[in-house]
């Protein structure tokens, strides 16, 4: 059973940063892409960031050059550094799973709990 645990978020004021990690059990993490997805209320989960299991990175423009993900396979995680946030980037954050490495929600079939960022203007 795949089983995907997000941690590390928090409340910040804007401008500040915060880490996001997520462990992953249950396959062979390596051999899949995986992503990074936010949803605030009432509005669609959307993927923000994106790693191949060969490393390679994809972003939301809204995202790019604050955000970074990565993955550490010894350690079958993989973790979003997030700097200069802004109140718009509130919403619960979900690691998933990728069938391949993709900017689409339904392209994830499995995603873990979430966790909440909010962001204080």
């Known amino acids: 059973q795949v089983r995907l645990e997000e941690s590390g978020g928090g409340s910040v004021q804007s401008g500040g940063s915060l880490r996001l990690s997520c462990a992953a059990s249950?396959?062979?993490?390596?051999?899949?892409?995986m992503g990074w997805a936010r949803q605030a209320p009432g509005k669609q989960r959307d993927v923000v960031a994106t790693?191949?299991?060969?490393?390679?990175?994809n972003y939301a423009d809204s995202v790019k050059g604050r955000f970074t993900i990565s993955r550490d396979n010894t350690k079958n995680t993989i973790y979003l550094q997030m700097t200069n946030l802004k109140p718009e980037d509130t919403a619960v954050y979900y690691c998933?799973?990728?069938?391949?490495?993709?900017?689409?929600?339904?392209?994830?079939?499995?995603w873990g709990q979430g966790t909440q960022v909010t962001v204080s203007s």
């Open positions: 998933g799973r990728g069938t391949y490495n993709s900017m689409y929600a339904g392209n994830y079939d499995y």
């Open positions: 249950g396959s062979i993490f390596s051999h899949y892409a």
């Open positions: 790693i191949g299991s060969g490393g390679n990175t």
